[in-house]
């Protein structure tokens, strides 16, 4: 098996640290005595380990609290986890979760002492532990608990490579390892190919896949799992129904109850909960409100829950009058509305430009003792007034403080965000990173860039912690303003400073060079950014493409097209159109136009954007005789106009015929979408060119 080679090829372990669990005892306690038992007494291997602590006079039985007790105590990891190993094996003695969890430490250090399950076998053995199948079952468990999933696929192949057969519980765990990852297939396989699967290997695959919203394999499982004799307990039933629900898929979720209803097991709250939201995510509500008058019928009592789910069903679909019916139904059956709920008719309310009304509920609020949280707010900043919300009894909480900071800035109150920065300081809040950004937006928002620089200056003066946002805010303030002399000045104070900066960062520079028209500092930029090893995005690559487009530099265009085309990043369909019209501009250079034929034959550019430069081969007056053959056999590799039985023939066909054969041939034609797309003289010409070939 070779699965944790091609996942893990560098061996790389994570692990996850715990804190060890450590237990207190006194002179008297039974732990004592087994502690000293097992220290007072240098073992040099297991057997003697075991005897010192079963001798007769020993008047020490083991439980969890003083095996954890020891563990904490034990010399080494290693005799650690051979004590582990020797007391899983005494008669009615098992493992609880916390002597578990201590041991995902001592053995993630082994891991990383020994390297391989092999490593850490081999080390046991030679204190005297004997290897048996329960010594892999147990690094497999405290492995799984522990996260480390690379080695549980270590542990498995060691224990087949020793000649053990894995039981059910080995194979659920290696199952849901896979699972978890994604590898929904070898997953499967491992339940397939276990020789007797128990309730437990169908749960863990059905709770895996439904995290994965894969209703097919969903569907599969169950039929398999009944058909074993096993079903899905209340609980799995209703992770699959919110599954199905959440896909739109409301006849087989219908089906799903009916199989649990034909099984025995009650509808719940919220399996009615989950239908009811589920009708209403699909717009039918009317529906949805049946299915609670039936929910009613049967005894079952909806919660605010169901009626949430209802209420904004109702709103999504400008039922609004239907909505408040099923409030007052709610109120008048005795269930009492929540913060949950105002929130849903404020954010719905406000949506539907019903402004009065949302703050009507707003209203409400105060009288029913609710406090407005974020979600409140965030509904109500696109309506309300600055003024309005700073009335409120805003949550003393930084985190609301700079939300609300950061949606003054974008809802367009820049003067508003800078008063309310003020009010944060007068609350004494510290502020973080986040406020920061927030009032440093809001400064530059107001033109009032010079307090903006004064501010960040005397940021950067007083906090060493800041991370490239901060910088990045300031910077693309100042280039959006057109204020690029200054905006380059402190970027490169940040990089002389060695403060830290991101690729969104020297983007930003990098754009207020282009658009200062200082295309050659930019590349300089562009090149030391990469030098630094961090990697250009695409909208660095587009931005350094339009200071090239603009000063008609195709060499330099060449070469950041080629490292485009090396990194895999596409062009959008403006930029490619920009390129295009350069290059037929430039009567007589091909190349620029090969490597745009070169990343459409990789998928880098848009279609639309090759029709417009197919139109153009053929009508500019360019030799380019050679890019025209390329850039024809690209396009009929990738679109199906040539009536052939499959993409293999076509792609068969274009590598066999030329070109030009390929396009005088009765098979050929130029497709209508095409045409349409292009002005009549164009069309004409490419027509004419179809019938006369190359």
């Not at 039933?237 to 219908?254: H, P, S, W, Y």
């Not at 939300?403 to 502020?431: E, Q």
């Not at 940040?494 to 658009?515: E, F, H, M, N, W």
Request: include cysteine; aromatic fraction near 10%.
């Amino acid at each position: 098996m070779l699965w944790k080679h091609v996942l893990f090829p560098n061996s790389s372990l994570h692990f996850i640290n715990f804190k060890s669990l450590r237990a207190l005892s006194t002179l008297s306690s039974p732990s004592f005595k087994l502690i000293q038992e097992t220290q007072n007494h240098k073992f040099h291997n297991t057997r003697e380990f075991g005897e010192q602590v079963s001798r007769p006079n020993s008047r020490v039985s083991l439980s969890p609290h003083t095996v954890l007790s020891a563990l904490g105590n034990c010399s080494s990891d290693l005799v650690a986890l051979s004590f582990f190993i020797w007391c899983a094996r005494q008669p009615n003695y098992f493992h609880d979760r916390r002597s578990i969890d201590h041991m995902v430490n001592v053995v993630s250090t082994l891991a990383q002492k020994f390297v391989s399950t092999n490593g850490i076998v081999r080390e046991l053995e030679s204190i005297g532990c004997v290897t048996k199948p329960q010594t892999f079952l147990l690094l497999l468990r405290i492995f799984w608990v522990g996260g480390m999933y690379n080695m549980v696929l270590d542990v498995f192949e060691e224990m087949i490579r020793f000649g053990y057969a894995p039981n059910t519980f080995a194979c659920n765990v290696v199952m849901d390892v896979w699972l978890r990852i994604g590898l929904v297939g070898i997953g499967l396989s491992v339940l397939r190919d276990t020789s007797a699967p128990n309730f437990l290997s169908f749960n863990i695959a059905l709770c895996n896949l439904c995290k994965l919203n894969d209703l097919f394999n969903v569907k599969m499982v169950m039929r398999d799992m009944l058909a074993k004799g096993y079903h899905p307990n209340a609980e799995t039933f209703v992770m699959i129904l919110n599954c199905f629900c959440k896909k739109g898929r409301i006849a087989e979720a219908f089906q799903v109850v009916g199989l649990m209803i034909s099984l025995g097991i009650r509808v719940s709250v919220l399996v009615w909960s989950i239908l009811i939201d589920g009708l209403c995510r699909n717009r039918r509500p009317i529906m949805a409100n049946h299915l609670l008058e039936k929910m009613i019928d049967t005894g079952c009592t909806p919660n605010v829950v169901v009626y949430t789910s209802l209420v904004k069903g109702f709103m999504k679909s400008q039922m609004v009058d239907d909505a408040l019916r099923i409030i007052d139904q709610m109120e008048s059956r005795g269930c009492q509305i929540d913060l949950v709920l105002c929130n849903v008719l404020i954010d719905c309310l406000a949506k539907l430009g019903r402004y009065d009304e949302a703050l009507g509920v707003l209203f409400e609020m105060r009288k029913w003792n609710f406090k407005p949280d974020i979600y409140t707010f965030s509904s109500l900043i696109s309506t309300l007034s600055p003024k309005v919300i700073n009335s409120f009894d805003i949550p003393k909480d930084l985190v609301v403080h700079n939300s609300l900071l950061n949606y003054f800035c974008k809802a367009g109150f820049p003067t508003d965000a800078v008063k309310f920065y003020d009010r944060i300081l007068s609350h004494g809040f510290i502020p973080d990173k986040f406020t920061y950004a927030g009032v440093l937006t809001a400064l530059c928002g107001a033109n009032r860039f010079d307090e903006a620089v004064k501010v960040y200056r005397g940021v950067v003066m007083n906090h060493f912690n800041l991370d490239a946002h901060v910088h990045t805010v300031i910077i693309g303030g100042l280039v959006k303003a057109g204020k690029y002399h200054t905006a380059i000045h402190l970027f490169r104070e940040a990089v002389r400073k060695a403060y830290p900066l991101d690729v969104v960062s020297y983007t930003i520079a990098i754009q207020g060079l282009v658009r200062s028209k200082r295309v050659k500092e930019a590349f300089t930029l562009y090149n030391q950014m990469k030098e630094l090893g961090i990697a250009p995005n695409r909208h660095t690559c587009h931005i350094m493409i339009s200071g090239f487009v603009k000063d008609r530099n195709l060499d330099m265009l060449k070469q950041i097209l080629q490292q485009m085309l090396d990194a895999g990043i596409d062009l959008d369909f403006v930029t490619c159109i920009k390129i295009a019209n350069l290059i037929f501009k430039a009567k007589g250079y091909h190349p620029v136009l090969n490597l745009l034929i070169e990343m459409w034959d990789s998928q880098l550019i848009p279609i639309k954007a090759m029709y417009v430069l197919l139109a153009k081969v053929f009508t500019s007056g360019v030799e380019a005789v050679d890019a025209r053959h390329r850039l024809l056999g690209g396009y009929l590799r990738n679109n199906s106009f040539v009536e052939t039985s499959s993409s293999d023939d076509l792609s068969d066909m274009v590598a066999s015929y030329d070109i030009s054969t390929l396009l005088s041939s009765r098979q050929s034609r130029i497709p209508e979408v095409f045409l349409k797309k292009l002005e009549p003289v164009q069309s004409k010409k490419i027509q004419n060119f179809f019938q006369l070939g190359l």
